[in-house]
């Protein structure tokens, strides 16, 4: 995608806007970002990554299954990341507890989303630039029915969040209190890695599958660095995942290289940036009299 | 305890106190005969104790002997093979909110980037649903929260990151978590573990205050008694045969230990008050490391 760049900012943006793609690419952007930064602020507070990292390489099979099978590429990733979602539920619970024997069981999941997502692109010969999409993000082929199915998933997951949110807050940072104050922590679990599947199905339409945590992990990251006050670092998360996503959407339209690669670069820029100038003001954790 | 007793003689020991005595306090947790059994594995059986409001009572006992799952099967997070407890007059887990728990921990992650005064909070609302909407309500909860900031001597640092917290801080801001709802009954597990002796008679010190000026009974699982032992009313010691209740005085002592593990115990008394126990399947005031307990 590349449109001529003049220094006029406002004309560029006009310009860009004149095609129908790069409107909706705005929009579905605008979307996942809110999304990925509100799911994904959790995830990074429950140092669940890793799960998430699978739940959306797992949209790859799906996706690639649809189109082998000539159904909905958006149906393949939802129904995909969603049972998923529930396999690691059910497989985490069958252990004891904790987030750290899980790693193993969701490495497993992983290596078999991938190996079959390899399997559906050769059964369907011929896709090999869809492989690429797929994987690494398909910013300007965004329809507009598209858009509508993001901005609806994206409210039922942002309704359930805003619903389970502080019980939710609590059960990570201190799931034995939690879980005596009545919270039930265990059925929060499934529903958050639900959540987290819905959300990195939408982020994987957009930005591909492996480029998902420039969304769902960078953002809410670096507003941790920037606060530790929850509801601003909420905010703080929500507003550089859209930042990103604009300027990506903007740099990539007037330069030869993909999206995918301004969006990750921005995010982790801001990544970068944030700690650089967090760690010359905060100390190192003091732990002498501990 | 006035019951039967289940196991071999040698272990059985019936307190100091008889729990099923008429006081004119209705107790605030009744422990009658229980008996825990987790993954097939009996971890004490015919255990019986009481606790009034207002108490400072320790439960002691070397470790693995079961003294968090005594909390916890109060608190109705872990099942009773036999026996009853009541908390409050009411069966495990429906009284917790009169419960401000601490459970046993190392600490938080120090990379946890969450405040201690949004620790704190959590402990008072954490467990409602919906979106903390500014108002009222939440004009009250956020005063409530400073007061108990204050309660325990936290105002100077709650506003940082938990997890960059040191042990005795990240613990007084837990206590005033479990305060929160001004809760009947503290219940804090091994509070002063992998605490330096100074934190340890500091965080020793606020619990006995509290219990004192806010009239909360006090359940503490210590195991090494004597950062507490001034400040106790009562100790409950736990062995896997049952448990002996009573004051410091009558309970940690040769011949009570002798009889509650069947096996001979010393106590020894150190010029300066101190007790040191000799002779327990593990010694109790050793820091040996904290070993998970059931989850």
């Not at chain 1, 082998?68 to 998923?84: D, I």
Request: aromatic share 8%; glycine share 10%.
């Amino acid at each position: 995608m590349t449109g001529t760049f003049t220094w006029n900012l406002l004309a560029d943006i006009r310009d860009m806007w004149a095609y129908d793609a790069m409107v909706n690419a705005f929009r579905a952007g605008t979307i996942v970002a809110v999304l990925a930064a509100l799911v994904g602020w959790f995830m990074v507070l429950r140092r669940q990554s890793f799960a998430g990292h699978t739940l959306a390489l797992v949209g790859f099979p799906g996706a690639a299954g649809a189109v082998w099978l000539g159904l909905s590429v958006t149906l393949g990733y939802f129904t995909f990341c969603l049972a998923a979602a529930l396999v690691i539920a059910a497989l985490r619970t069958g252990g004891r507890r904790g987030y750290s024997e899980e790693s193993a069981v969701i490495g497993t999941v992983q290596a078999f989303a991938l190996a079959t997502g390899m399997l559906f692109v050769s059964l369907y010969k011929g896709f090999l630039n869809g492989t690429t999409e797929l994987l690494f993000g398909a910013f300007t082929g965004i329809t507009a029915d598209q858009v509508t199915v993001l901005a609806g998933v994206a409210v039922v997951v942002l309704a359930v969040l805003a619903v389970i949110g502080r019980p939710l807050l609590f059960a990570s940072v201190d799931t034995d209190v939690a879980r005596a104050h009545g919270v039930p922590s265990r059925v929060l679990d499934t529903v958050f890695l639900l959540l987290l599947g819905a959300a990195a199905a939408e982020a994987s339409q957009i930005t591909g599958a492996l480029l998902v945590f420039a969304l769902l992990v960078l953002p809410p990251a670096t507003a941790q660095l920037v606060t530790a006050r929850p509801g601003r670092s909420l905010a703080v998360s929500v507003g550089l995942a859209v930042l990103v996503v604009w300027v990506a959407l903007f740099v990539g339209y007037y330069s030869p290289y993909p999206i995918g690669f301004w969006v990750t670069t921005t995010a982790f820029g801001a990544y970068a940036l944030t700690s650089v100038l967090t760690g010359r003001t905060r100390s190192i954790p003091r732990r002498a009299a501990a | 305890m006035s019951t039967a007793p289940r196991q071999s003689a040698a272990t059985r020991v019936t307190g100091a106190r008889v729990p099923d005595e008429p006081t004119a306090r209705p107790a605030l947790v009744e422990i009658v005969d229980a008996t825990v059994v987790l993954g097939g594995r009996t971890v004490w059986s015919g255990v019986g104790a009481t606790i009034a409001p207002g108490e400072f009572v320790a439960i002691l006992g070397p470790n693995g002997v079961g003294k968090s799952t005594l909390l916890k099967a109060v608190l109705g997070l872990v099942p009773l093979a036999r026996g009853t407890v009541r908390l409050l007059g009411r069966p495990p887990g429906q009284a917790n909110h009169d419960v401000g728990y601490l459970p046993q921990r190392r600490s938080f992650d120090a990379s946890l980037r969450i405040r201690g005064l949004d620790v704190v909070r959590l402990g008072l609302d954490g467990d409602r649903w919906g979106l903390p909407l500014p108002g009222p309500r939440s004009r009250a909860a956020a005063a409530r929260v400073r007061e108990l900031v204050d309660l325990v001597g936290a105002g100077g640092y709650a506003h940082r990151p938990i997890g960059q917290l040191s042990g005795g801080e990240q613990q007084r801001l837990l206590i005033a978590q479990a305060l929160a709802r001004r809760p009947r009954l503290l219940m804090l597990d091994e509070p002063l573990d992998s605490l330096d002796l100074p934190n340890q008679a500091g965080v020793a010190a606020l619990i006995s205050q509290i219990c004192r000026t806010e009239g909360v009974a006090v359940m503490i699982v210590a195991h090494d008694v004597n950062p507490i032992l001034s400040y106790l009313d009562r100790v409950i010691y736990l062995g896997q045969g049952g448990a002996v209740s009573g004051t410091p005085g009558e309970v940690i002592t040769a011949a009570t230990l002798t009889r509650l593990y069947g096996t001979p115990i010393e106590v020894l008394s150190t010029s300066d008050g101190r007790l040191v126990v000799v002779g327990q399947p593990e010694a109790p005031a050793l820091h040996t490391d904290r070993h998970p307990e059931h989850a």
